[in-house]
């Protein structure tokens, strides 16, 4: 049978969208997808057309694939199914709306969803409302290990799990002779707060996404509704922008006597620098024993389950390699970042009528942001009105590129 093709429109060219975009072209058989195919059909920027000429040819697209100078142009093109959001957060409920709204588009909109919970739960009712697809492009709950991690706690390996500790963390500190003490300037949108910088929504979410995807993912579907958790946060601010710099966030779901602890910094990295360096990223606690994950938390490729019966030290117990599978295609020098498993589930869920990811629910989703949210208010971390309104207007400056 043939594959299922899904055409995607790219909002967006920056570094994301162009990773992104390699792997939607990287051949699906050299990772065994042989039921779905990509194709990219449009890419808009809001600077100008050439621009977004310049990304197609970059990454590869099609010599019929258009060149947009303007998000309102891409979203109503009729041969485009699917966009790609991949502005900063700042901008990701505006330009989803856009598509969602205006161009009646199915979207994948990337982390952080948007910057409050009342933005995401309007997204959600509008794609809803429209009978659209929605996803939040949390790449990392489709990798292979994520799903094989997901599946040993399902089965027990571990006992029941009371504690997740999870890290992602980057040491991004300058030297001291630098006009920023990190060595971002303050306009970056790591920093910058009119971009929604900060250290939680841009990297904490992936430490979050340990935390969810086992502490409340994996809720048994018997008890009904899932429990959410409670939320404790400690903010350290960056001084120059008022961006959170290092953020630890504990969720507590008493319901389930387990705890989750997410941490996340622009000033010391996970494993000193690189998080191949030390020990794992993540620690999955249960009462049998525990799995133990090589960072980066976002891009998972190693780990190893410790059980409490077991004989063996720690450092006899190899690690487990999943990689990321080479392409194949003669000649290629491709081999993928691993964005492409989140695009799969996108086409299948397409494919089979689905308007949204049983990997990644929205109401989860939802639950996510409201954690985040209530994490940076404890912080004190506040946001431009622009980017924290949950009134859409395609005449934003966000969605025409004047912001
Ligand atoms: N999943 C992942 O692993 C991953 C990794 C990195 C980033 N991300 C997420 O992807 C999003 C984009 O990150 P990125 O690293 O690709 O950022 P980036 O390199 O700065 O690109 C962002 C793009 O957004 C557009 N844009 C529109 N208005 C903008 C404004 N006022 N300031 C800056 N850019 C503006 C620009 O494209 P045009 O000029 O063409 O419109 C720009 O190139 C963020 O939400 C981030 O959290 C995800």
Redesign the pocket.
């Known amino acids: 049978m043939a594959p299922y093709t899904l055409k995607w429109g790219i909002l967006?060219?920056?570094?994301?969208?162009q990773?992104f975009s390699k792997d939607l072209l990287a051949d699906p058989s050299a990772r065994g997808a042989d039921d779905v195919h990509h194709e990219i059909v449009a890419a808009?920027?809001?600077?100008s057309a050439s621009?977004?000429a310049e990304?197609l040819k970059d990454v590869g697209a099609g010599p019929d694939a258009k060149a947009y100078g303007s998000y309102a142009e891409l979203v109503v093109d009729p041969n485009v199914d699917i966009i790609y959001v991949?502005?900063?957060?700042s901008?990701?409920f505006q330009n989803a709306m856009l598509a969602l709204e205006v161009g009646n588009k199915h979207v994948l909109c990337?982390?952080?969803f948007t910057v409050t919970a009342a933005q995401v739960r309007k997204l959600v009712a509008t794609a809803r409302a429209k009978n659209l697809f929605l996803m939040e492009?949390v790449?990392t709950r489709y990798f292979p290990l994520s799903i094989q991690v997901r599946e040993l706690v399902k089965s027990g390996a571990i006992g029941t799990v009371y504690r997740v500790v999870a890290d992602n963390s980057f040491n991004s500190n300058a030297d001291s002779t630098a006009a920023s003490i990190l060595h971002f300037p303050d306009s970056n949108?790591m920093v910058n707060p009119d971009?929604a910088g900060g250290a939680l929504?841009?990297l904490g979410i992936y430490s979050l996404t340990w935390l969810f995807q086992i502490l409340y993912h994996l809720q048994s579907e018997d008890e009904g509704e899932k429990e959410a958790p409670q939320v404790v946060a400690a903010i350290n601010k960056y001084a120059r922008t008022g961006a959170d710099e290092s953020t630890t966030v504990v969720l507590q779901f008493p319901g389930h006597r387990s705890q989750g602890i997410g941490m996340t910094s622009l000033r010391v990295g996970t494993g000193v620098g690189s998080a191949q360096k030390s020990g794992p990223a993540i620690l999955i606690q249960g009462s049998d024993g525990e799995i133990q994950v090589m960072g980066p938390a976002?891009k998972p490729l190693a780990y190893r389950v410790i059980k409490k019966s077991e004989e063996k030290s720690a450092d006899q117990i190899p690690w487990i390699d999943v990689p990321i599978p080479a392409d194949k295609r003669p000649g290629a020098t491709w081999a993928g970042h691993g964005?492409f498993w989140e695009a799969d589930e996108a086409a299948r869920c397409l494919r089979d009528g689905k308007k949204e990811s049983a990997t990644l629910p929205l109401s989860e989703s939802i639950v996510i942001m409201e954690t985040m949210e209530e994490a940076l208010r404890q912080g004190g971390i506040v946001y431009p009105e622009v980017i924290t309104t949950d009134v859409f207007d395609k005449n934003s400056p966000?969605n025409t590129?004047k912001?």
């Open positions: 967006a060219t920056g570094g994301i969208a990773t808009a920027s809001s600077s621009r977004a990304f991949a502005t900063p957060h901008h990701h990337e982390k952080a492009a790449w949108r971009l929504l841009d976002f964005m966000l590129g912001a």
